[in-house]
């Protein structure tokens, strides 16, 4: 039973990343408010190396000249500045194909990886829909979203952030 089921999860016939993504979601809504903007997408906020891991699956008539540009706007965020800002709230940005023999890509193509210093970083990245109001959301990462929308499939975009850890010890 725990086989099929599993086997059913992955190939998406249950949705349980979609209820793991609202409760996710939920909680940084509440933790936003609770705190203010302001605060939960400043720079100082919860500082840890965060990554943001984005996948994306275009739809068939997308060009390669088009995935071209997305490529090229996607990394050109990575120098995008907080008003007033004298350098990139971005650490690094880097992206590749897809390139797995594993047969698990479920047909996404394109990978990036966004490196920031603190949550507050990552939290003025994503903005929506999260974070609704404007002073306090990257209006460069606003437009690539406009952008590449139309380029992809339905639920084309497929998007995992972790604080990343490299301190923890563990025994084999």
Known sequence: MLVRVFFMVMMGMFSVQSVASSSIEASLRNEAQKVGYKTFTSPGYKWGTMK?????KYAAIVTPEQKEEVIRRFMALRYSMRPGGTAPYIQSIIQ???SSGEGAGQGYEQAFIVTFSSEGD???YVG???VNEPAYVDPQHDAFKAFVGPLLAPHGALVFDFLASSTKAYQF
């Open 52 to 56: 943001h891991i984005v996948l994306f």
């Open 122 to 124: 990552r939290n003025y």
């Open 128 to 130: 929506a829909p999260i």
């Open 96 to 98: 590749g194909p897809q």
